[in-house]
């Protein structure tokens, strides 16, 4: 039942106090978004995880999700899985063991000698001095740089300044042929070490030691003399 309440000169209609009366309803949208904006203060998200946290749960489920469907994919499901993972791996140790770490050819190699020139036997007693310490890079690189420049004392190769390891052991080669495979290893060498990345061994500078003492040792082979150099001038004759 209604009742009219007088407020001035105004009747202002009044739910009569019944215990039928509707309730007080809200619509949809405007709920939703009370709703929102309550859960939406802080105390509510005190104990949320953080943001790295959800990153990381994400990550993780993320690669449960793909081991999930990779062992069901793969005969004998997980196990089979973990022994194919396995297996792979122990083919990369191997490999890289036996081979070592992916040699990184230089674009552009720099030249064999520095600024200040030195004598092949300073080379060799830096050379010696480094191995003495154990420091491998180094003695490997001025042993090379002895082995050069030894040839460049006897007259074996010409004094040319900017030349390379590739450079001088192909020239080399060619007037020692009996050590153009291992003057090219030992140039090879020399590149790895100084501009790829790798690290010279003992074993590596004693090879480049006997390289440089084997050369030294070598005489050249002379040049084919031409019938035509070697045939005698013929005999002037003379004014009777």
Do not use: K
Not at 53 to 80: E, H, K, N, V, Y
Not at 225 to 240: L, M
Request: proline share 7%; aromatic share 4%.
């Amino acid at each position: 039942m209604t009742a009219l309440v007088r407020a001035g000169d105004s009747a202002v209609p009044a739910l009569a106090r019944s215990g039928d009366r509707p309730p007080v309803t809200v619509p949809r949208d405007p709920a939703r978004e009370a709703a929102r904006r309550e859960l939406s203060r802080d105390p509510y998200h005190q104990n949320d995880p953080s943001l790295l946290q959800r990153a990381l749960d994400t990550l993780w489920d993320w690669i449960g999700d793909l081991f999930a469907g990779a062992s069901a994919a793969t005969p004998g499901g997980t196990l089979g899985l973990l022994v194919v993972v396995l297996t792979v791996g122990a083919v990369v140790a191997a490999l890289w063991w036996r081979l070592g770490a992916p040699r990184r050819r230089p674009s552009s190699a720099a030249a064999l000698f520095g600024d200040r020139p030195r004598s092949a036997a300073q080379h060799r007693a830096a050379a010696e001095a480094h191995a003495a310490q154990g420091h491998w890079n180094q003695a490997l690189q001025e042993r090379m740089r002895a082995v050069v420049r030894a040839l460049e004392e006897r007259a074996l190769l010409d004094i040319r300044p900017g030349r390379t390891a590739d450079e001088a052991a192909a020239e080399a080669g060619r007037t020692l042929p009996a050590h153009t495979d291992r003057l090219r290893t030992a140039a090879r060498d020399f590149d790895d070490v100084t501009y790829g990345g790798r690290r010279a061994t003992e074993q590596t500078y004693r090879r480049m030691a006997e390289l440089d003492l084997d050369v030294e040792r070598t005489t050249p082979r002379p040049a084919e003399s031409s019938p035509r150099a070697t045939a005698r001038p013929a005999r002037q004759g003379t004014d009777g």
